[in-house]
C-alpha cells in the first residue's frame, strides 16, 4: 500500500510541477508561533513540492496523497465541474489510505456543491485565492432556507481547501446568504477567501481551523455551533444596508455543556474598503449572542479603530446576557481598549489560563488531527 501511495502521489506532483514551474519549499507546520509561517508561500506548487521532497526523502509521516483529478473549464483535466470531481472521489476512505486531491485549475466556477459525509479525506486545491472562484448567489429573500444558501456545503470529515476562494454574490439586500457550511470534522481551511454579507460563513458544528484567510461580510458573517479556531486570518467588515449593524461573529451554543464556540486568536480585525468609504457610517461589533450560551473569545489579535468602545452588540434586549461567555485576551490596536466594555455578566476580560482553554491545541485537538493536513498551526498562546 505505502508504495502505491507513493506512486501516485509523485506522479500528481510531476503533473503539477510540469504544468505550473519551479517553486519555492512550503515550511512545515508550525507547532509554535510564526505569523510568517504561510505568508511567504508561493500558492499550490509549493504544496505540491513539499509533497515531493518527502516523499523523495522517505521521512513524512504526516501529508498522505491516494490519488488525484484535476478540474479546468477549459476541457483540458480530467472534469469541467468541481462537483463531478467529487462524486467521482472514492467513498469512505481512511486517512491511513492518504487524500484524495481535487487540483481546480483557476477560474469563475459557479456550482452550488456538497461534499456529503461519505467523502471523507477529501483535499480541494485551488490556483489561488481569488484566482480559483466557487461563486454562488442563493439567498433566504429569493426562497432558500439560511441552511440552503450555502453556494459550498461539506460534511465529509478530515476535509482541506486551500488556495481557493467561495462567494455569495446575493447582495445585503438579500438578507441571509452563506458562502460556505462547514460541518465537517477536523476539517480545515488554509489561505481561502470567504465572500459574502449577511451569514457569509456558516461554521455549523464539530472541529474545524481556518489559517490565514479572508473572510469578508455584514451582520453575522462568521456565525454557528462549531468548535472553530481562525489563525492568522483576516477578518473584514462590509458596507450593510442602511441601518444596520454588523457584528462580525455570532455564536450559537444552545447548552453550557457543549464544547463549541469561535476562538479568534492572532487575526485582523477591520474594515472592508467600500466599508472605510462610508460616508453615513456604519456601528461595528465584536460580535452578537445568537444563542443563549453563545462563546466567542478574540486573543492576541490586531482590532481596527472600527469596532464601538463596547465591542459587544445584544441579540434582544438582555437575551442571554447573563448566560454567554464573550472573552478578549491580549488584544491589541485601536479597537482593543477594554475600558469601556459592555458590563454583561457572560463578559470576561481573560487571563492567561482562562485563554488557554481556547487554543487549537485545548479547544480542538488540533495536535491530533492538523499534522495530517501539515497545515500550519499554533498550538498554544503566543
Not at 158 to 166: E, G, Q, W
Not at 341 to 352: E, F, L, P, S, T
Request: net charge neutral; aromatic share 12%; with cysteine.
Amino acid at each position: 500500500m505505502r508504495a502505491g501511495l507513493y506512486s501516485v502521489s509523485l506522479g500528481l506532483v510531476t503533473t503539477a510541477l510540469e504544468g505550473r514551474g519551479k517553486g519555492k519549499s512550503s515550511p512545515a507546520m508550525d507547532r509554535t508561533h510564526s505569523h510568517s509561517a504561510a505568508s511567504g508561500s508561493s500558492g499550490p506548487m509549493t504544496w505540491f513540492s513539499m509533497i515531493r521532497r518527502g516523499l523523495l526523502e522517505g521521512i513524512r509521516s504526516g501529508v498522505r496523497v491516494n490519488a488525484s483529478v484535476t478540474v479546468s473549464q477549459d476541457g483540458s483535466a480530467n472534469f469541467t465541474t468541481i462537483g463531478d470531481a467529487v462524486a467521482f472521489a472514492p467513498n469512505s476512505t481512511d486517512i491511513s489510505d492518504g487524500y484524495f486531491v481535487i487540483f481546480v485549475k483557476k477560474g469563475m466556477y459557479q456550482e452550488y456543491i456538497l461534499i456529503p459525509k461519505n467523502k471523507k479525506n477529501l483535499m480541494l486545491v485551488g490556483d489561488g485565492m481569488n484566482r480559483t472562484i466557487v461563486t454562488g448567489n442563493h439567498s433566504i429573500i429569493d426562497g432558500w432556507t439560511t441552511y440552503s444558501s450555502a453556494t459550498f456545503a461539506v460534511h465529509g470529515e478530515r476535509f482541506v481547501a486551500m488556495d481557493m476562494t467561495f462567494e455569495n454574490t446575493a447582495g445585503p439586500q438579500k438578507h441571509q446568504a452563506v458562502a460556505v457550511r462547514n460541518s465537517a470534522d477536523l476539517s480545515s481551511f488554509y489561505r481561502c477567501s470567504f465572500l459574502g454579507y449577511q451569514d457569509t460563513l456558516y461554521a455549523h458544528s464539530l472541529r474545524q481551523f481556518y489559517r490565514d484567510c479572508h473572510v469578508y461580510g455584514t451582520v453575522d458573517f462568521i456565525f454557528g455551533n462549531a468548535a472553530s479556531v481562525f489563525q492568522g486570518c483576516t477578518l473584514y467588515a462590509r458596507k450593510p444596508m442602511p441601518g444596520q449593524k454588523n457584528a462580525f461573529t455570532a455564536q450559537g451554543r444552545t447548552d453550557p455543556n457543549q464544547v463549541t464556540g469561535i476562538s479568534i486568536q492572532n487575526c485582523t480585525v477591520t474594515g472592508a474598503m467600500e466599508l472605510a468609504m462610508d460616508p453615513n457610517g456604519t456601528e461595528n461589533y465584536l460580535g452578537r449572542p445568537w444563542k443563549e450560551y453563545s462563546r466567542t473569545v478574540y486573543m492576541q489579535s490586531f482590532i481596527d479603530g472600527l469596532i464601538e468602545p463596547a465591542g459587544w452588540l445584544e441579540w434582544n434586549e438582555t437575551f442571554a446576557l447573563d448566560t454567554l461567555f464573550f472573552g478578549e485576551y491580549e488584544n491589541y490596536g485601536p479597537g482593543a481598549n477594554v475600558s469601556r466594555r459592555v458590563q454583561w455578566a457572560g463578559y470576561m476580560k481573560m487571563n492567561a489560563t482562562q485563554a488557554l482553554n481556547f487554543t487549537a491545541e485545548n479547544f480542538t485537538t488540533a495536535d491530533t488531527w492538523l499534522p495530517f493536513s501539515d497545515i500550519p498551526f499554533i498550538a498554544g498562546l503566543l
